[in-house]
């Protein structure tokens, strides 16, 4: 098994079509199919049913995404640690990003550190945040955005998970507020309370998605209301559009200078703060990891 082989075979699950899959890795149609029939005698099973109008996952190819995507991870991590050394090739650097606010820290960081590390070639990694603790943990992913629990740094317990991520560096305590459309009575406030909230629609993301702390305090306001005055969103990006279009209000981290443009964010009363950091399994796994954590550390300090 091979690089190549998992390459053509994530881009034809990808696009289910032989021909787009060779354009996207600039290769030809044959090349590809060789390929995926390699991989297939190689693993004794069909991974595709192709026929002259359709192709189509197996079972067992549907299955085998998850795997190709976790030996690809792994074997690029592994080539950006061997390779970091050497200034003729290039050093991938690959950046976990469950959420908006976390993507528009990224560019000025960035582009100072790619100054001092002119071989870096940044890679910014979106999904579900259980995928990408688990691609952390297999070095994958360099570093990971995210919230923790505790408040020391280096012993931090991730949101959404009872297993160690990694050591934790602390990037700021953030408030908990809730997120109001600007004509809203309420959005002139200094702070709310949950009695405040009691007559309005809520707007909500799944467990999984949500810190502990927010959930704690979502939770009974959901148990209060008819399904009609619930909107379940699928993510952060749905809450922002339902909030902004003055559908209801949710609760969301404050992260400094990340706040929505066209919301108002008002500060919810005896709800603890957030540690809002950097997660990362040791600051050897890539040569640029610590300076990465220092630069991000300094646009928090800095005003």
């Known amino acids: 098994m091979n690089t190549i ?21 600039h290769i030809t149609q044959p090349a590809v199919s060789h390929q995926i029939q390699s991989l297939e005698a190689e693993l004794n099973t069909r991974l595709f049913v192709r026929t002259t109008r ?39 650097f690959s950046i976990g990003c469950p959420g908006i606010p976390e993507q528009n820290l990224l560019p000025p960081v960035l582009r100072r550190l790619t100054e001092e590390f002119p ?8 999904g579900p945040l259980p995928i990408m603790q688990n691609q952390l943990q297999e070095e994958a992913l360099h570093v990971l955005f995210g919230f923790t629990e505790e408040r020391e740094e280096n012993t931090a317990v991730p949101r959404a998970s009872s297993k160690k991520t ?20 309420l959005a002139s406030r200094k702070s709310l309370s949950c009695r405040d909230l009691k007559d309005l629609s809520i707007l909500a993301c799944e467990p999984r998605q949500t810190h502990p702390v927010i959930s704690a305090v979502i939770a009974p306001l959901i ?4 399904l009609e005055n619930i909107f379940f969103c699928d993510n952060l990006s749905a809450i922002l559009i339902l909030a902004r ?36 399994k040791n600051r050897s796994t890539h040569p640029a990891l610590k300076r990465f954590i220092e630069l991000m550390q300094k646009e928090f300090v800095c005003p």
């Open 5 to 25: 082989q998992l390459e053509c075979f994530l881009a034809v699950s990808d696009s289910l079509n032989f021909a787009r899959a060779a354009e996207q890795l």
């Open 54 to 92: 359709s192709v189509e996952l197996t079972p067992a190819g549907f299955a085998f995404i998850s795997d190709a995507k976790d030996i690809l991870g792994r074997t690029r991590a592994a080539k950006a640690r061997i390779s970091s050394s050497d200034p003729g090739h290039i050093s991938e």
């Open 119 to 126: 071989r870096l070639h940044p890679l910014i990694k979106m």
């Open 166 to 185: 990694g050591a934790f560096a602390l990037l700021a305590k953030t408030p908990v507020a809730c997120i109001l459309s600007p004509e809203h009575p």
């Open 223 to 226: 148990g209060q209301r008819s």
């Open 245 to 280: 279009a003055g559908l209801g209000f949710s609760l969301v981290p404050d992260i400094p200078g990340q706040r929505a443009l066209g919301l108002s964010y008002i500060p919810m009363e005896n709800t603890p703060p957030l540690h809002f950091g950097l997660y990362y």
